[in-house]
């Protein structure tokens, strides 16, 4: 992801609620919870579609509330899936 979009700010996103992800390729995001490691902006996430769930670093989000990170590391599908097809916590 890039920081250089206009607009973009650091951000930890709250445990619990669902971002959408601010590239073409779209997506939603539920934050799992806080990782306070070597970043201050790390947050576990999981894609509400595919299960996929993963520590992203360096999280900001834009003026219209979507959200991106610079990177991600840890990534592995959750079994069993946590979330339903809405994206809420099962």
Not at 13 to 41: D, H, M, N, V
Not at 64 to 86: C, K, L, M, Q, V
Request: charged letters at 25%; glycine letters at 14%; aromatic letters at 14%.
């Amino acid at each position: 992801m890039s920081k250089e979009i206009k607009g973009r700010t650091p951000f930890s996103p709250e445990p619990g609620k669902i971002y959408e992800l601010a590239s073409p390729s779209g997506g939603r995001f539920l934050c799992k919870g806080l990782w306070y490691g070597t970043q201050l902006f790390d947050t576990w996430m999981i894609n509400v579609r595919s299960g996929w769930s993963f520590l992203a670093h360096g999280v900001g989000i834009y003026p219209d509330g979507r959200i991106d990170w610079d990177y991600s590391t840890d990534g592995r599908f959750e079994t069993p899936p946590e979330i339903d097809a809405r994206g809420a916590k099962a």
